[in-house]
Nanobody, 124 residues
């Protein structure tokens, strides 16, 4: 069972940047598709970005396309989410997740393992 630990959240002004990291305990990190999701207060958890097991395929929610970039470093067992041009509506708890079965997925129901989340707050 893989354990995921997110870091890098914080408070930033609108227009600023943050980079989230998600470190996985599993040495065979490449067997998992990885995703980032977020949940704002009073809202359902939503898809943000996903990356395939090989790292060759990436997907983004329309709301973050062109501003966020997902990447993975198998040598470090880590997936990243670079967030630029942040907006107040990006404020949420951000979760990373791992999916063993699918090559890549944008559906949170496909993901088997979840981190504890990291808070991102964007002030206007």
């Amino acid at each position: 069972q893989v354990q995921l630990v997110e870091s890098g959240g914080g408070l930033v002004q609108a227009g600023g940047s943050l980079r989230l990291s998600c470190a996985a305990s599993e040495r065979t990190f490449s067997i998992y598709a990885m995703g980032w999701f977020r949940q704002a207060p009073g809202k359902e958890r939503e898809f943000v970005s996903a990356i395939s097991k090989s790292g060759d395929n990436t997907y983004y929610a329309d709301s973050v396309k062109g501003r966020f970039t997902i990447s993975r470093d198998s040598a470090k067992n880590t997936v990243y989410l670079q967030m630029n041009s942040l907006k107040p509506e990006d404020t949420a708890v951000y979760y990373c997740a791992a999916d063993y079965d699918k090559w890549v997925s944008v559906d949170l129901n496909d993901y088997d393992y979840w981190g504890q989340g990291t808070q991102v707050t964007v002030s206007s």
